[in-house]
C-alpha cells in the first residue's frame, strides 16, 4: 500500500516563504516523476511544478523565479520551496509522485493535500 504524506503548509505574510515536503512510503519498485498541483476555491486543480527522474523541472509560468522543486531519491521525498509568496498562491497543494509498483505497473498517487494561505 502506497501513501504518501505531506507537511508544511500554514498561515504566511505577503513575501514570506515556506517549503513544504511530501514523502511516499510502502512497498514499490521505482518513483518515476514527482509533482505539486495546488487547488484554490472555485478552480481547477493545476500543475505547479514537476521534476523527472533524472532531475529535469519544469514550472507553471506563475511561479518561475519564485518556487523550486527539488527530490531526495534516498528518502522518497519531493519538495516545494515557495519564495516572495503572494495571496494569488493561496492554495491546497497536492503532491503526485508516479510510482512503478512493480515492473510492469505503475500509476499515479496523491498526497491528501496541504493548505497554503498568504495573507496580511
Known amino acids: 500500500q502506497v501513501q504518501l504524506m505531506e507537511s508544511g503548509g500554514g498561515l504566511v505574510q505577503p513575501g514570506g516563504s515556506l517549503r513544504l515536503s511530501c514523502v511516499a512510503t510502502g512497498s514499490f519498485y521505482s518513483i518515476n516523476t514527482m509533482g505539486w498541483y495546488r487547488q484554490a476555491p472555485g478552480q481547477e486543480r493545476e500543475l505547479v511544478a514537476v521534476i523527472t527522474g533524472r532531475g529535469a523541472t519544469n514550472y507553471v509560468d506563475s511561479v518561475k523565479g519564485r518556487f523550486t522543486i527539488a527530490r531526495d531519491n534516498a528518502k522518497n521525498s519531493v519538495y516545494l520551496q515557495m519564495n516572495s509568496l503572494k495571496p494569488e498562491d493561496t492554495a491546497v497543494y497536492y503532491c503526485?509522485?508516479?510510482?512503478?509498483?512493480?515492473?510492469?505497473?505503475?500509476?499515479?498517487?496523491w498526497g491528501q493535500g496541504t493548505q497554503v494561505t498568504v495573507s496580511s
Open positions: 503526485n509522485v508516479h510510482i512503478a509498483v512493480t515492473l510492469t505497473t505503475a500509476r499515479g498517487y
